[in-house]
């Protein structure tokens, strides 16, 4: 089992729907961040959160460190937002990160 | 602009040679940058971790002889791709972060630099 687990792997939807990416992980962690991967391949730090929630324009971050998971939210999703969304933590400890197999999401116009 | 730059994006080369891909913190010193490589529709692969000044520490199943890393100054490492072969064509892509460790920081990509071995 994989230390990061991502929910759904592939998601589509319709411009201006309401996304939501799920990451559960099971070890103790210092931080988690949220990337962004567009289909050139370069990779966009998103978010990184060890408690509560952050909110950056059309997404908010949350993470819940009790239950050990986290949720990325996209509002008034646009075909811009289509591109991979990977999950990863550091553990506690290590400099290291441990990713998630990635959310392939696509907006429809 | 790009806080953790990559070079070259693209690099096409024959079976046999040697090829070098540069990261780059542009305004910032990272004592530590990190080096992944990832396969088509597969995630990120840790390979190593670049330390500056010091011998790089590489994960288990990376051949060290095989993907040279070189951080030689507090903004600058280096990945070269030995006697390349067809099977080391991926997409290798660099990190750093503000403060000494990734869990501590805020992280920077480089823009990643897809290699194709003939």
């Known amino acids: 089992k994989n230390e990061v687990e991502q929910s759904p792997q592939n998601l589509t939807a319709q411009e201006g729907e309401f996304i939501t990416i799920n990451c559960s992980y099971s070890v103790g962690i210092s931080a988690l961040h949220w990337l962004q991967q567009h289909p050139g391949g370069g990779i966009v730090s998103l978010f990184m959160?060890?408690?509560g929630k952050k909110k950056h324009g059309r997404l908010i971050a949350t993470i819940n460190i009790q239950e050990k998971h986290s949720s990325l939210h996209i509002t008034a999703s646009h075909p811009r937002d289509s591109a991979v969304y990977i999950c990863a933590v550091s553990r506690q400890g290590a400099q290291k990160l441990v990713f998630g197999q990635g959310t392939r999401l696509t907006i429809n116009p | 602009g790009a806080v953790v730059s990559q070079h070259p994006s693209r690099v096409i080369c024959k079976s046999g040679t040697s090829v070098k891909i540069e990261c780059r913190s542009l305004d910032f010193q990272a004592t530590t940058m990190f080096w992944y490589r990832q396969f088509p529709k597969q995630s990120l692969m840790l390979m190593a971790t670049?330390?500056?000044?010091?011998?790089?520490?590489?994960e288990q199943g990376v051949e060290k002889d095989k993907f040279l890393i070189n951080h030689a100054s507090l903004t600058l490492s280096t990945l070269t791709v030995t006697s390349a072969h067809p099977e080391d064509s991926s997409f290798y892509i660099c990190?750093?972060?503000?403060?000494?460790?990734?869990?501590?920081?805020?992280?920077?990509f480089g823009e990643g630099s897809r290699l194709t071995v003939l």
């Open positions: 670049s330390n500056e000044g010091s011998k790089a520490t590489y």
């Open positions: 959160l060890s408690s």
């Open positions: 990190s750093a972060g503000r403060l000494a460790g990734e869990g501590t920081g805020e992280l920077f």
